[in-house]
């Protein structure tokens, strides 16, 4: 197949070494231009880790890799999501299909939306989580460290769920479909265990020392993280939906029992031994997280009036910190305004 990633960080580079590595031909475009000028130079790109190799995906503008493409994924930082999905939508037709890796703050409806204005008929489909996981260590090298074995993902427009078959067809058989955009959308868990862990190791990021994620989840962190997940929970019940617990969420990511959280934190960390904590107050754990995944649980949760005052008070300390209103940065809400002053007609979308 033809694939065009969108995106060319480590998270659209390391994709494309998995797919090269099974045989499919892979087209990147990166916004700036600059990520990818070592392919226009000549030089391929080099995976290490859990995919090694030396592979040669095609660099492109957003039109050429597009067109002609089975399978359009986004694979970059979601404060540039709305901007690609932009600039992609007018060049997609009816019969390819798109992936947003991964999902937040209702991606896919934005990308539904514009491809349907484009009258494009297309089946979005909306990760959990990254396939791979790892960083870029040079301009031409990225290292792959691992591959996740299961990754939830909610379709849209796709009532023949072909795009699943798509999917197993590029990556394996590790895709499990949820019942649906909301569901995925109110399961995302990184955004309220980064805010809590980035509140308390805060002047560690801002000094740029060296620390580990789960090894500063300390029983005191934990705690918040428990009190935002049960804010979680309560939002999801609003709207009819039961989602995995923060515990029951690393009981299945990680081959550890179940236990109080810092103990299971602690755990991963002697496994894994990262990854790192972020070195800088711009970071993904602040800059993404907070706008575009605790803003939209606050969001919901006003709709449905269930209090969320640990949701509400980490976004204002967060902004307070940076000297940004971080809800603001939030560029893919008010594409879907109308169905967040809605909740039927927000569920029936998210359905698909």
Aim: glycine share 8%; proline share 6%; aromatic share 6%.
């Amino acid at each position: 197949m033809r694939v065009a990633i969108i995106g060319a960080g480590a998270m659209g580079l390391g994709l494309a070494a998995v797919l090269e590595a099974s045989g499919h031909s892979v087209v990147v475009h990166s916004p700036s231009g600059a990520s990818l000028a070592f392919r226009r130079e000549g030089r391929p790109l080099v995976s290490v880790g859990a995919v090694a190799g030396a592979w040669h995906p095609d660099s492109a503008d957003m039109k050429t890799a597009v067109t002609g493409a089975d399978v359009v994924v986004f694979a970059l930082p979601t404060n540039g999501m709305r901007r690609m999905i932009e600039a992609a939508a007018p060049h997609f037709v009816s019969g390819q299909a798109a992936i947003i890796s991964s999902h937040a703050s209702f991606a896919a409806l934005v990308l539904q939306r514009r491809l349907a204005a484009h009258a494009a008929d297309v089946p979005v489909a909306a990760w959990s989580t990254t396939l791979a996981t790892g960083r870029r260590i040079a301009a031409d090298k990225v290292q792959v460290d691992d591959l996740r074995t299961r990754i939830d993902v909610a379709l849209i427009n796709d009532p023949s769920r072909r795009l699943m078959d798509l999917q197993r067809t590029l990556f394996g058989a590790r895709f499990h479909e949820v019942a649906d955009l909301l569901a995925l959308s109110l399961s995302n868990l990184n955004p309220p265990i980064h805010l809590a862990n980035s509140l308390g190791n805060l002047t560690r990021i801002e000094r740029g020392e060296a620390w580990d994620n789960y090894d500063m989840i300390t029983p005191a962190v934990a705690r918040l993280i428990l009190g935002l997940d049960a804010e979680r929970l309560a939002v999801a019940k609003a709207y009819g939906y039961s989602v995995k617990t923060v515990e029951e969420h690393y009981h299945h990511t990680f081959p550890i029992a179940p236990a109080p959280l810092a103990e299971m934190a602690a755990t991963v960390h002697r496994m894994k031994q990262g990854p790192r904590g972020p070195t800088s107050l711009d970071t993904r754990y602040i800059a993404e997280d907070v706008p575009f995944g605790i803003w939209p649980i606050i969001v919901a949760a006003r709709a449905k009036d269930v209090p969320v005052p640990l949701h509400e008070g980490g976004l204002a300390l967060m902004s307070a910190f940076t000297g940004t209103d971080l809800a603001t940065q939030n560029d893919l809400l008010p594409e879907i305004s109308d169905l967040l002053a809605d909740t039927d007609a927000l569920v029936a979308a998210c359905k698909g």
